[in-house]
């Protein structure tokens, strides 16, 4: 799901990469890989700030983080 989202981002379909972000995150979340729901959020935060959903952005960015932290990726979390 994370890669028919960039694929469907780098295609210029907003709708399709938004609903495949949030497939995606749902699906790794589902099935315990944090690393993945915190690349998702992190890929998803970049969707919304490059389509200025500034507050969107901002959410997945926080739920990137804590995904990070608490894969144990502390330097990530720091630095995102």
Same mark, same amino acid.
């Given at each position: 799901?994370? #890669?028919?989202?960039? #694929?469907?981002?780098?295609? @210029?379909?907003?709708?399709? +990469? /938004?609903?495949a972000?949030? =497939? =995606?995150?749902?699906? +790794?979340? $589902? *099935?315990?890989?944090?690393?993945?729901? /915190?690349?998702?959020?992190? $890929? *998803?935060? #970049? *969707?919304?700030?490059?389509?200025?959903?500034?507050?969107?952005?901002? $959410?997945?960015?926080? #739920? /990137?983080?804590? @995904?990070?932290?608490?894969? @144990?990726?502390?330097?990530?979390?720091?630095? @995102?």
């Amino acid at each position: 799901q994370l #890669l028919k989202a960039e #694929l469907a981002r780098l295609s @210029g379909s907003k709708s399709e +990469a /938004a609903q495949a972000y949030d =497939a =995606a995150i749902r699906a +790794a979340d $589902q *099935f315990g890989y944090r690393q993945v729901a /915190a690349i998702a959020h992190q $890929q *998803f935060a #970049l *969707f919304h700030e490059r389509n200025q959903t500034n507050n969107e952005a901002e $959410q997945h960015r926080n #739920l /990137a983080r804590i @995904g990070y932290r608490d894969w @144990g990726a502390s330097g990530i979390a720091k630095s @995102g």
